[in-house]
């Protein structure tokens, strides 16, 4: 059986006892969150939120791609929600590749070169990467200026978040 027939089996489980079938679209702590994909970051445990409570946006690395900015777009905008939440995190694979270095061992594992896509956004640094973030989120015109865009770094080995503090040329803007 492969691992996706075995997900299909727990999700008859999971329906057999459903009941949240009566949630409304938007999320109900009008929050959304952008997060790295890695699979020891379970960003609902983590933050003690419930289905039906919060937007969760992930890619590699947490980074505000044009995406990612879509969806925290349209997740204020058609759908309420008045803070940001940026979480990267410790031993993150992103630090351990440079763009360049992928880009090349794909396309010769491939055999041909691609447009897309453009940039893997690989960093060294996790603290200036979640800066960066934040500051791709609050310089785009379209997220309003009240909207609290706060930057965290999860530490896998112990559960905790540590706020990384956003530059002086962002706290001052
Ligand atoms: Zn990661």
Redesign the pocket.
């Known amino acids: 059986m492969s691992t996706t027939d075995e997900l299909l089996r727990a999700n008859e489980r999971y329906a057999q006892s459903f009941n949240l079938g009566h949630l409304p679209m938007p999320p109900a702590r009008k929050v959304a969150v952008l997060a790295?994909?890695?699979a020891r970051l379970t960003v609902e445990r983590i933050l003690g939120l419930d289905t039906g409570e919060a937007h969760i946006i992930r890619n590699?690395?947490g980074i505000a791609t044009e995406d990612a900015l879509r969806s925290l777009l349209i997740s204020h905008h058609l759908l309420g929600t008045q803070e940001f939440l940026i979480i990267?995190?410790t031993d993150?694979?992103?630090l351990t590749f440079k763009d360049e270095d992928l880009r090349n061992r794909v396309e010769k594992q491939a055999g041909t070169a691609t447009v897309a896509p453009v940039h893997f956004h690989a960093f060294d640094d996790l603290e200036s990467n979640v800066r960066r973030q934040i500051e791709r989120v609050r310089s785009h015109p379209w997220v309003p200026r009240q909207i609290p865009v706060r930057g965290f770094i999860y530490d896998v080995k112990t559960g905790r978040l540590r706020e990384v503090q956003p530059s002086a040329k962002t706290a001052a803007a």
């Open positions: 790295c994909m890695d590699a690395g990267n995190h993150c694979g992103m």
